[in-house]
């Protein structure tokens, strides 16, 4: 086996997984690609390459991946294995490609640094082991971001969901420095053989943190990294001590509302991992059995922080809304999946909503069944109160400043306190109010994300290239299916036609057979779309049972929309998020 000696952490490591990095990498680049890159390697002064730092990245993290390869396989048997692993595979390929970036279209954020507040909400699918009398049986999760608070002999500090861009030179290269750290809540629901269903309240709070690294700005849209996430440990000190582990992504978020400090980074990605049983050995802590196998679709969005926001400025506006949120435990109706598309009024401190909702359902006999807008009429129109959510800002000079700084309430009747968890949502705006995301967290309505975008008064795109990404939840009789739209592309032809070129990864659970499937790529080629929108943003692509239902933002850079569809027996709801590429 061979190994790249290119690790950044200057460790080289030599298994199955650097093997099928060299084998499935650097063996398929040309001559000329090749050439390229060893151009640059071998350049003691400093070239304005890209790989200086994406090829250690790469030779690092592929080895940051949960994926269990058993003994009795030889090398060929190992790699083949890799192969199919969708989100492993197609990382490396990614990465692999990445590296061939030219100086010329690469870039940086002007601002030495940037802060964003972090809309952040996740579904996931996977396979429990946790209780012996269930064990192999599916499980639906769901994680929405939270704020942390944190107490020591030091005192109370406070830890918002958010991400940091800063600008910096390294090998004489133009690079974007990322960080993030944000908390969450999770949820799960247990779904066995024979239909029973075991609700699991909301676990301890857990962090979702990326550890710093470089990244790339292209051609000034599109932010581009290699992406290692932290394990964590829940239960520290406790009967049970668990490790998360997540695996590696490569991410192709859109950034966009300026160079200087674009006032949002909008992402997607999928992540796979484990949950691990640690036992404390003489102050150590040492690996046991796995407890879960998860896998993740992520809504990860970041709205630039500026002290001294008011909410006036979202005063007298009218936004364009969607958003998908899961309900789990219920007696009747263990799950729940539902999506909206509708418009938001505002006039000083009031929200005004009108929404057409759809909702996907499994009973406890395992019923599937869909609720259109036709069957619930004004489900979810509803007055709301909008708010400042003041954060907690430290000084070293006169310690925690209280300031308003994007960070928003949504409220039932009067809006909540510094401390106060509100009555529907938390959640962030850009700092001219073009844009707003929140958290849903209520009984009613869900765990979820809503995506608000000022009304467009514009013309509808004509054209254009957009990456898809975004989650769909399927389920029909005797399976789940959670698909994640990986990069694809929704090409707009002309006025009325588009296509989307589909490209995912499907992770499927078959109840009776309380098997769960590791992820699998997906590329179930090209669908030719009706295309409709008007001057206020609303748009609609469709072909046969297959319905996306949203907006467009006043740029024409930006769509959020709602996934429908049913094929055969199965009925899928989604949503998704398509962002303009580089002509």
């Not at 710093?212 to 440990?233: F, H, M, N, W």
């Not at 589909?502 to 030719?528: D, K």
Request: one cysteine or more; a negative charge.
């Amino acid at each position: 086996m061979r190994s790249l000696a290119a690790d950044e952490d200057r460790d080289v490591k030599v298994n199955p997984f650097s093997e099928y990095l060299v084998t499935n990498s650097l063996d398929l680049y040309s001559s000329g690609e090749f050439s390229q890159i060893m151009d640059c390697v071998n350049d003691v002064n400093g070239s304005l390459c890209l790989n200086k730092y994406v090829w250690p990245t790469l030779a690092d993290q592929v080895h940051d991946f949960e994926i269990d390869i058993p003994g009795n396989l030889d090398v060929d048997g190992a790699l083949d294995l890799l192969e199919e692993r969708g989100d492993f595979a197609r990382y490396v390929d990614a990465m692999a490609d990445y590296a061939l970036l030219g100086e010329s279209s690469s870039g940086k954020i002007e601002a030495s640094a940037a802060n964003y507040n972090s809309v952040f909400w996740g579904v996931e699918l996977g396979q429990t082991f946790l209780e012996s009398s269930i064990a192999g049986s599916g499980q639906w999760g769901v994680r929405i971001a939270r704020e942390e608070t944190t107490t020591d002999q030091n005192g109370t500090g406070y830890v918002y969901p958010g991400m940091t861009l800063t600008s910096l030179d390294a090998f004489n290269i133009r690079v974007t420095n990322l960080a993030s750290d944000i908390p969450y809540d999770r949820r799960a629901l247990i779904h066995a053989d024979g239909n029973e269903f075991f609700d699991r309240p909301a676990w301890d709070l857990n962090t979702h943190s990326s550890s710093p690294g470089a990244a790339t700005v292209e051609d000034e849209t599109r932010l581009l990294a290699g992406r290692a996430l932290y394990q964590s440990i829940t239960g520290r000190g406790s009967s049970r001590i668990i490790g998360w582990t997540r695996n590696p992504y490569f991410m192709s978020a859109y950034v966009g509302g300026g160079t200087e400090q674009p006032d949002r980074v909008l992402s997607g990605y999928f992540s796979a991992g484990k949950a691990i049983e640690l036992r404390s050995e003489s102050g150590e802590l040492k690996r046991e059995r796995t407890l879960e196998d998860h896998y993740l679709s992520v809504f990860e969005l970041n709205l630039l922080r500026k002290e001294g926001f008011e909410r006036q400025k979202l005063d007298g506006r009218n936004y364009n809304v969607a958003y998908l949120s899961t309900r789990m435990g219920d007696e009747n109706q263990p799950f729940v999946v539902e999506a909206g598309v509708g418009n938001w009024q505002i006039s000083g401190p009031s929200v005004t909503q009108a929404m057409a909702t759809t909702s996907l359902r499994r009973d406890n006999t395992g019923n599937v069944t869909v609720s259109v807008p036709a069957d619930n009429p004004g489900q979810r129109d509803a007055n709301w109160v909008i708010s400042e959510r003041q954060s907690r800002v430290y000084d070293p000079n006169s310690g925690n400043r209280i300031v308003s700084n994007g960070r928003l309430n949504l409220d039932r009747d009067s809006a909540s306190g510094l401390d106060e968890k509100p009555d529907i949502a938390v959640g962030a705006s850009t700092p001219n109010g073009s844009m707003m995301a929140f958290n849903l967290d209520t009984n009613a309505i869900g765990d979820g994300i809503l995506v608000a975008a000022e009304q467009a008064n514009a013309s509808p795109p004509s054209q254009g290239r957009y990456r898809l990404q975004g989650v769909g939840v399927g389920m029909e009789q005797a399976s789940n299916r959670l698909t994640h739209f990986d990069n694809a592309l929704l090409v707009i032809e002309s006025s009325g036609s588009a296509r989307l070129e589909g490209r995912t990864l499907e992770v499927v659970h078959q109840v009776n057979a309380e098997s769960v499937s590791t992820p699998q790529a997906q590329s179930p080629g090209t669908v030719s779309l009706a295309y409709t929108a008007s001057n206020t943003g609303a748009a609609t692509f469709s072909a046969g049972s297959l319905t996306l239902d949203g907006f467009f933002t006043s740029d024409q850079d930006q769509f959020f929309l709602q996934l429908r569809q049913t094929e055969g027996q199965e009925e899928v709801l989604g949503l998704l998020m398509a962002t303009r590429l580089p002509d």
